[in-house]
């Protein structure tokens, strides 16, 4: 199958009896300049061109591409005769649907809106018949006689009968089968919602954990892992705003109100070239646009927290904004607790999301986007020491906000420029309430950004080119005295500043109908600027306080280091039938920023760190390839995908290190070369009564360090996992859907076990024994394993009231399975001969049994 669908796509580049219009040229041309990158990075030979050479390629790049813009415009003799046809989807309160479905009936053809409800077809002139459709919406029928540019607005009713089967036609069903896009999921507000739920909240992060290739730590970790990388190599977009970190309650909520989100685009490979600055993944979270035609109320109340969205029309049709609130209300379960230990503990957080949206024009409109949200969580002092765990009353304290400003512009139907500028602000801190040593620790990472992007549609082929310049500044943290009385001293870390800026251009092309590509490049660049110190070593290679010779001093935005490379991206589909694709892709991505933990899970006190001259950047190479069927009349939706994934430069520490407050940082930190590969397999069945998906993955992540220092012989030299390897993954989600009202849903998730250093040996020091490590991630935790349970009541359909209502009820670990967050030793010495004292084995588990939870949601 692999030779025939390479025999397809070189007669296509070199067919000598095809006559290639000057657009099609042209395009061809992009193309090869895309393969001829790709090889140059492929062959690790592009770092040797000097930045001159990279500059005169980039030239004649955009030189193409805007060659390839001008032919659009070619005099409409030298074309064909054919008429647009565009729309929108939208429901009867005017909010787009994502993914509904257009078909026209005389062609056999169809395909699904995007994320704004919008579709487009270029058509011959006359009579054609148009159904448009959306699971839980009645299907509407149109019949249009095209003999011009048309437009329509297509506006879809909720059914209010419970239809036995469902019929699965056009371009959305087999959509994952058609495009190009590998690793790439989509998923729309209402999906998440109908999962089952922890304290009854939906949750887009928790969402994502039960795709194929994503772990996590487990309960109560920030962030997720995508192909065994690190937390930090995601991008986490909220309407374009970058956000650092996405949880709430240190990991039990995420920061996404799920009342306002249109859809969620999850890219873990075939990254698109308009997305940089990170090397695992990109989380593209949208929230949806406001009412423009009437008021909307719309709020939970549940047991542990509440929400609530108002949306109100100002101008109608013209400008519409809406506010959304959250906030929790834990603590009051905690001074219920019978245990006096935990009624001084501290849980809770508020968030607020606005947005705003003004269409001046027919051809304009400008989105105002606002974000901010806080968290405050302490344990109480004594409250883990049954475990033995030294704990503490430190007060832990974070807040994210941020705000974005767009505004899109349409040419014509198939060209415009969207034009963006955003900043996005994190600052964790924590407080020390010991007497005599009280201190309040802060930190930060702030970054404003402006970006640009115009795109061009012409038959099969959409072309996008555009810009990036962010501002990066990090307070890498300060300890300052909390009152008057306190003994600790002011100390302050190096505060650090960055300018990165990246040109890109993306074609996706539809080259035959068996064959289709989507071919990318980036060029980025980053430069670290003063003011600041750069410390100047005796051995640069072994990095240590005692080598320090001198220090070299760099004025107010002089360049301390910069680098810049080529990020490739390439996507390619060949349709063996109607059912069976074969899809690759390759895609390198540069990451210049890094988070600094020695931990296995985020927290507040962890430290962001950019690139300089010891700590270079992360180059991640990954190659995927991948089998796309569907089956039984598109009812089953089934992918075999498997990748290789080199990461340059991946973080990793010295043994024994602190990383909070170092003033040196370089001398703590190992680079090495990191790999990951793995099979994923993704398999749905879906039907109107059944909605099932199965995801399961077998990978290994590991980690090669060369380190100088003794200490680290013990895994210096030779592979090692990396601490988030997980070989073998398993999720199943079912829904059932009793009736129009009731749905029952179901979760189960399956992780090996993570890894762990546990001790080999123990030595004894003044008669107390002290565990002896000597390897790294050598062992594994228990296997993770948990069931969730859901049910959905809706109120009756067929009752047409303003008011509605939902009551949403779920178990979360129904067997109550103690799963491990971490495992520890500590050695007890209470015998009267110290060689008899034993060292146990402490497991710390999160939640240890099963959360009920109920919620009700109305909409008005």
């Known amino acids: 199958m692999l030779i025939i669908a390479l025999k397809r796509f070189k007669i296509f580049l070199f067919n000598p009896n095809y006559n290639y219009s000057t657009f099609e040229l042209l395009c061809r041309i992009n193309l090869l300049f895309y393969l001829y990158l790709t ?117 879809l009713e909720e059914s209010l009968e419970l239809l036995n089967t469902v ?396 680098y810049a490379g080529w990020e490739p991206r390439l996507g390619l589909r060949i349709s063996l039938n109607q059912v069976f694709s074969i899809k690759a892709g390759f895609h390198r991505a540069m990451q210049y920023l890094h988070l600094i933990t020695n931990s296995t899970a985020a927290l507040p006190t962890d430290r962001w760190k950019l690139s300089d001259a010891y700590i270079k950047p992360q180059i991640a190479s990954q190659l995927t390839l991948g089998l796309f069927a569907n089956l039984n009349n598109n009812q089953w939706e089934t992918s075999l995908e498997g990748y290789y994934k080199r990461i340059q430069n991946m973080p990793d520490y010295r043994s024994g290190t602190n990383l909070l407050l170092l003033e040196y940082p370089e001398t703590a930190i190992l680079q090495g070369l990191g790999r990951s590969y793995g099979l994923e397999l993704w398999v749905r069945k879906q039907s109107f009564r059944w909605d099932a998906n199965l995801s399961y993955s077998l990978s290994r992540s590991e980690i090669l360090v060369h380190s100088p220092y003794p200490e680290d012989r013990a895994f210096s030299g030779k592979y090692y996992p990396s601490n988030y390897n997980r070989p073998h993954t398993l999720n199943l989600n079912v829904l059932y859907r009793i009736n129009k009202r009731i749905r029952l849903s179901a979760i189960f998730t399956y992780l090996s076990g993570r890894p762990a250093t546990f001790p080999d040996e123990r030595i004894s020091v003044n008669n107390i024994f002290i565990p002896l490590y000597t390897s790294r991630n050598g062992n594994t935790t228990p296997d993770y394993h948990r069931l969730d349970l859901g049910l959905i009541i809706d109120s009756d359909p067929r009752i047409t009231k303003k008011w509605k209502g939902k009551w949403n009820f779920s178990l979360y670990n129904v067997y109550a399975r103690k799963n491990p967050y971490s495992v520890f030793f500590k050695t007890i010495n209470d015998r009267p001969v110290s060689t008899r004292n034993r060292s146990n084995a402490f497991q710390l588990s999160v939640i240890g049994s099963v959360i009920p939870s109920i919620s009700y949601e109305f909409d008005y």
């Open 39 to 155: 090889t140059f990075c492929l062959l690790n030979k592009i770092d040797a061109l000097s930045m001159k050479k990279w500059y005169v390629l980039l030239f004649f790049k955009f030189f193409f591409t805007l060659s390839t813009f001008a032919c659009q415009d070619l005099p409409s003799i030298f074309q064909e005769r054919e008429y647009l046809l565009v729309g929108v989807v939208k429901n009867q309160q005017g909010v787009p649907l994502t993914d509904a479905t257009i078909w026209i009936e005389e062609l056999k053809k169809g395909l699904t809106t995007d994320m704004n409800g919008f579709f487009s077809f270029t058509l011959k002139s006359g009579k054609y018949t148009i159904k448009a459709s959306f699971i839980g919406y009645t299907t509407t029928i149109l019949e249009v006689n095209l003999n011009q540019n048309t437009t329509l607005i297509i506006r």
């Open 167 to 562: 019929e699965i036609v056009g371009g959305g069903a087999d959509k994952n089968v058609k495009n190009a896009e590998l690793g790439v999921t989509r998923l729309n507000a209402q999906a998440i919602k109908e999962l089952p739920t922890l304290l009854g909240e939906a949750d887009v992060i928790r969402t994502i954990q039960t795709l194929p290739g994503i772990t996590s730590v487990g309960e109560s970790a920030t962030g997720f892992n995508v192909r065994g990388g690190n937390i930090d190599q995601n991008l986490l977009l909220l309407d374009h705003i970058p956000i650092f970190n996405p949880s709430h309650l240190i990991g039990f909520f995420s920061i996404f109100n799920p009342d306002l989100l249109r859809d969620i685009t999850f890219y873990r490979g075939g990254i698109p070239a308009q997305y940089g600055g990170r090397a695992s993944s990109v989380l593209d979270v949208r929230l949806r646009d406001p009412n423009m035609e009437s008021n909307h109320l719309k709020g939970s109340v549940g047991l542990i927290t509440s929400r609530f969205l108002v949306e109100a029309p100002l101008i109608k049709n013209k400008l519409s904004s809406a506010i959304g609130a959250r906030w929790s209300y834990a603590d009051y379960l905690f001074r219920s607790f019978l245990r006096p230990e935990l009624k001084e503990t501290e849980a809770n957080f508020y968030d607020f999301t606005f947005k705003s949206i003004y269409k001046p024009s027919e051809k304009d409109q400008v989105n105002l986007t606002a974000f901010i949200g806080k968290d405050a969580f302490r344990i109480a002092g004594d409250s883990l020491s049954t475990l033995e765990i030294n704990a503490s009353s430190t007060r832990y304290l974070w807040k994210t906000q941020g705000a974005s400003i767009r505004w899109s512009h349409f040419v014509n139907e198939n060209a415009g420029f969207h034009l963006t500028t955003f900043f996005s602000d994190y600052q964790p801190s924590f407080d020390i309430p010991a007497p005599g040593s009280e201190a309040i620790f802060k930190s930060g990472i702030s970054q404003k950004s402006i970006q640009g992007e115009g795109f061009l549609s012409q038959k099969a082929i959409t072309i996008r080119t555009g810009f990036q310049l962010s501002k990066l500044d990090i307070n890498p943290g300060s300890l300052l005295p909390a009152s008057q009385f306190s003994s600790i001293n002011p100390f302050f870390t190096q505060q650090e500043s960055a300018l990165e800026s990246a040109i890109f251009t993306n074609t996706d092309w539809d080259l035959s109908p068996a064959i289709r590509l989507s071919a990318g490049i980036r060029f980025s660049h980053f430069a670290l600027l003063g003011p600041g110190n750069q410390y100047i070593y005796a051995n640069e290679k072994e990095r240590d306080i005692l080598n320090l010779i001198d220090t070299a001093y760099f004025s107010n935005n002089q360049i301390i280091k910069q």
